[in-house]
Nanobody
Framework: QVQLVESGGGLVQAGGSLRLSCAAS????????MGWFRQAPGKEREFVAA????????YYADSVKGRFTISRDNAKNTVFLQMNSLKPEDTAVYYC?????????????????WGQGTQVTVSS
């Protein structure tokens, strides 16, 4: 079983930056592809970014492409989401997730383990 804990959220002005971190309990984080998702009030949880086990393949939602960067440090059991040029519409609770099965996917149902989320609020 993998435990995930997100951190780094907060309040930021539009155009600013935040870096989210996701710390995993598993000492072999390389076994899992990882994803970031977000959920705004009254909306469904949506895909943000995903990264393969080795970090060689990254996927991004069109809404964040060019602004967000997902990365991982398997030695530190940590996944990151660097968020630049933040917009008010980026306001949401951000979740990291770990996938144990083969391949990298964008659907939330494809991920087995989830953190409890960290709030990101972007003011205009």
């Amino acid at each position: 079983q993998v435990q995930l804990v997100e951190s780094g959220g907060g309040l930021v002005q539009a155009g600013g930056s935040l870096r989210l971190s996701c710390a995993a309990s598993d000492r072999t984080l390389s076994n899992y592809s990882m994803g970031w998702f977000r959920q705004a009030p009254g909306k469904e949880r949506e895909f943000v970014a995903a990264i393969s086990r080795s970090g060689g393949v990254n996927y991004y939602a069109d809404s964040v492409k060019g602004r967000f960067t997902i990365s991982r440090d398997n030695a530190k059991n940590t996944v990151f989401l660097q968020m630049n040029s933040l917009k008010p519409e980026d306001t949401a609770v951000y979740y990291c997730a770990a996938r144990a099965n083969f391949g990298v996917v964008k659907a939330a149902s494809g991920y087995r383990y989830w953190g409890q989320g960290t709030q990101v609020t972007v003011s205009s």
